[in-house]
């Protein structure tokens, strides 16, 4: 009888990121080695998506700095490597957040990012929850120093649930990936080459399969939208919560964002990278008939609230760094009575509390509180 040949488990490969330890199999990214590290240690990522196959690669904000290439061979590497697509080697040193030469260099790639991206965050719906924006205020600059014409486009409805704001767009190819992986029927591509490189939907077509709401959850700004939910509430003022129902379509587990007994947009499931998450080994990919056509709490089993803790402005509260609240100033104008101050609301978060109801929470003051605050009355109007 022949002797039973036993095959040795894989070798795991050490790799030092940021002065932490990890093991990693072999031909894992950096990316995702120091994804296992987690916080601050994983670069940032704008085009990079672990569940599409061939993402990565074009917007360099993931640029690390590799110290020592490996054990066989310590020498470093000359310049910096887009970790997205750079394997690890055994005892390889990297540098992310410890390296000044990375975050001058994410400083300049969101520069290039942003030299033709609008200031629209105050109208945009994916404000709250936008990567760029969030890269932005981690590693942008208060000024540009482009002084040249921007590219313009025309909003233009490319499906009958999606909207295109190509000026929004940084060619991140995520749509068009996933097009391509789970549709089959793709629509669009990128047209034209260079700084004329835009996306756009081939003629006479228009993007309507069964899937196609997911492009919206991959798109890393607001160049694409739901048509469904624009401008009809701010994410940061609806609550998150986690649902399921029975489809024949997809695995139907998806977040629902309601405000009260409204749902107003329904979502795939998150990780804490921006991901779609996994199920049942498969990634969780939802229907359109889920996103789009089921809005009533009653179409749902609710599981419970699910927490968002990255990718939010609001959660992350950047905005309120090394910032003074002018609440003596102003109260002094008002007389004595406390302001309520947009900062003070998003720094509480009451809406986002899943034990706070909306109709509890304290609104503005009207005329009414102020005389009763200050025991006086206002002078009447003639």
């Known amino acids: 009888m022949a002797e039973e040949v036993k095959k040795d488990a894989p070798q795991m490969f050490k790799v030092t990121i940021d002065n932490i330890t990890v093991e990693v199999a072999p031909g894992t990214s950096i990316l995702m080695a120091a994804r296992k590290v987690g916080g601050d240690v994983a670069p940032p990522t704008m085009c990079f998506y672990s569940k599409l196959k061939g993402s990565g690669g074009k917007c360099r904000t993931c640029l690390v700095e590799v110290a020592a290439g490996s054990t066989a061979d310590p020498r470093p590497m000359p310049k910096l490597v887009a970790s997205c697509r750079t394997n690890v080697m055994d005892g390889m040193v990297v540098k992310s957040i410890t390296s000044e030469k990375v975050l001058d ?158 749902v107003f947009r329904v979502t795939a499931r998150k990780d804490e990278w921006g991901e779609v998450e996994d199920f049942d080994g498969k990634t969780g990919w939802i229907c359109n008939t889920c996103r789009f056509d089921k809005k009533k709490t009653s179409d749902w089993v609710i599981e419970g609230p699910r927490k968002i803790n990255r990718h939010s402005v609001i959660s992350a509260n950047h905005y309120l760094d090394d910032l003074k609240r002018p609440h003596e100033t102003i109260a002094e104008v008002m007389g004595g009575r406390k302001p309520k101050l947009l900062m003070d609301i998003h720094a509480v978060s009451e809406v986002n509390k899943p034990t706070v109801h909306l109709s509890e929470i304290e609104g503005p003051a009207t005329s009414e509180v102020f005389n009763k605050e200050n025991g006086r009355l206002l002078p009447e109007t003639k």
């Open 105 to 262: 260099a994410r400083k300049g790639v969101v520069e290039f990012l942003l030299l033709n991206h609008p200031l629209d965050c105050p109208i945009c719906d994916q404000a709250g929850e936008c990567h760029l924006q969030d890269l932005s205020y981690e590693h942008g600059k208060e000024e540009t120093r482009y002084e040249f014409q921007r590219r313009l486009f025309e909003r233009e409805d490319i499906g009958p649930y999606i909207q295109l704001h190509m000026t929004r767009c940084i060619l991140c190819y995520r749509c068009t990936y996933i097009a391509d992986q789970i549709t089959n029927t793709r629509m669009h591509g990128i047209l034209d080459r260079g700084e004329h490189a835009q996306i756009s939907t081939y003629i006479s077509k228009a993007i309507d399969n069964d899937f196609s709401g997911n492009m919206i959850d991959v798109c890393p700004v607001g160049a694409l939208t739901d048509r469904t939910f624009r401008f009809k509430q701010r994410v940061w003022f609806l609550k998150p919560l986690n649902a399921h129902r029975d489809c024949d379509k997809c695995c139907g587990k998806v977040t629902i964002w309601n405000r009260g007994d409204e």
